[in-house]
């Protein structure tokens, strides 16, 4: 809008809903199936995008995530309408090898023939969709994450890049299993007899399907007192300011908010060696690497974070924010869509003359 265009929003009714209309945006509430492949509730979405990509009639659309980034482009492609899409990470189905997996691969591989850029957020995602002939390469491009905000995300000036008393150890994620949930307990439990840490879990629960922690479990953890559980908290920034170190021992992310978010306050990060993590963190610069599954691996790191001593950690801290401020701001990312915008729609407008 900054731009002079004229915006408009379509995505699940939600909290964050109204500050969309409040920025100005035109906006349409679409329910979607987040979860599940019903081709009856897809096909519906579909049809339901292309009716309001009709009545809007714009010039580009940019679309995130699976569902958007399949459906919507199908969609917008029956209208002759020019796309960028994101691929903002590869979700659960492709961490398996199923029946599942196998459609959204042919989906995408019919879908991805027509937009006119494609941004991924880590190369090894790139590189599987390249590789498995899903995409042209030279219809891709990588950006850093969706980016942070790094005036917004700033280091908690009472704490001068310093240790809390007590250490506070957070992970910051939707309560899934492949979020890594069970091996930071399982860390937890093998380190905290050596600690007096403090070990904070925030995030909702997702108990839709199979693939999230149940309520049950989690009162369980809360009730032996290995975490303590902060729910799902909209101000993000006041968990970082309450955090020594940020863990997120996830099995593969696009490129992780919370790890960008985390890096831009100042905090030393403890995170898997997997896509989509290991792009945020240098390890034994701002923060350390562990194993994939590997709830050793990752409790040994937490606890070498924890005993650095102060003038080290303080090192690490500050390289957490220098990397952000570098790498991952999200001027970055505004930059890098709107050359692209402008060059796709310059490029409409000759085929037109």
């Known amino acids: 809008m900054n731009c002079g265009f004229e915006v408009y929003a379509i995505s699940p009714e939600d909290e964050f809903s109204p500050e969309l209309i409040s920025a100005g945006l035109g906006y349409f509430p679409v329910n979607v199936q987040s979860k599940g492949s019903s081709m009856f509730h897809d096909i519906r979405y579909m049809l339901k995008l292309r009716s309001i990509y009709r009545r809007i009639k714009p010039d580009l659309i940019l679309h995130y995530t699976i569902k958007p980034n399949i459906y919507g482009t199908l969609a917008a492609a029956s209208l002759g309408i020019p796309v960028i899409n994101n691929v903002s990470g590869l979700g659960t189905v492709f961490l398996h090898d199923n029946f599942s997996t196998k459609i959204a691969k042919a989906l995408y591989r019919l879908a991805f023939k027509f937009p006119q850029k494609v941004f991924f957020q880590n190369e090894d995602d790139r590189s599987l969709f390249v590789r ?46 492949d979020k890594g949930i069970i091996e930071y307990i399982k860390a937890i439990e093998l380190i905290r007899s050596r600690t007096d840490a403090v070990f904070m879990l925030a995030g909702s629960l997702d108990e839709e399907t199979k693939l999230g922690i149940p ?17 799902f908290e909209k101000n993000s920034l006041k ?94 990312v505004i930059k890098t869509y709107e050359t692209s915008i402008r060059q796709i729609l310059e490029e409409k407008i000759a085929q037109k003359l």
Not at 164 to 170: C, I, K, S, T, V
């Open 132 to 177: 498995k002939n899903l995409i042209a390469f030279n219809k891709t491009a990588l950006i850093p994450g969706s980016g942070v905000d790094t005036e917004k995300f700033r280091p908690n000036e009472r704490k001068s890049f310093k240790k809390g008393d007590p250490f506070r150890f957070l992970l910051v994620a939707r309560l899934l299993y």
């Open 215 to 231: 309520a049950s479990q989690l009162e369980d953890w809360i009730n032996k007192g290995l975490i303590e559980y902060k729910g």
């Open 239 to 332: 968990l970082y300011h309450e955090a020594d170190c940020v863990v997120l021992p996830s099995y593969r992310e696009g490129t992780s908010k919370s790890l960008l978010e985390a890096a831009s306050c100042g905090i030393p990060i403890v995170t898997t060696d997997v896509p989509g993590c290991r792009e945020v963190v240098e390890d034994g610069i701002n923060g350390f690497l562990c194993k994939v599954k590997d709830p050793k691996d990752l409790g040994m790191k937490m606890e070498a974070l924890y005993n650095l001593p102060e003038e080290a950690y303080s090192k690490m801290s500050i390289k957490s924010r220098e990397k952000a401020q570098k790498q991952f701001d999200e001027k970055i």
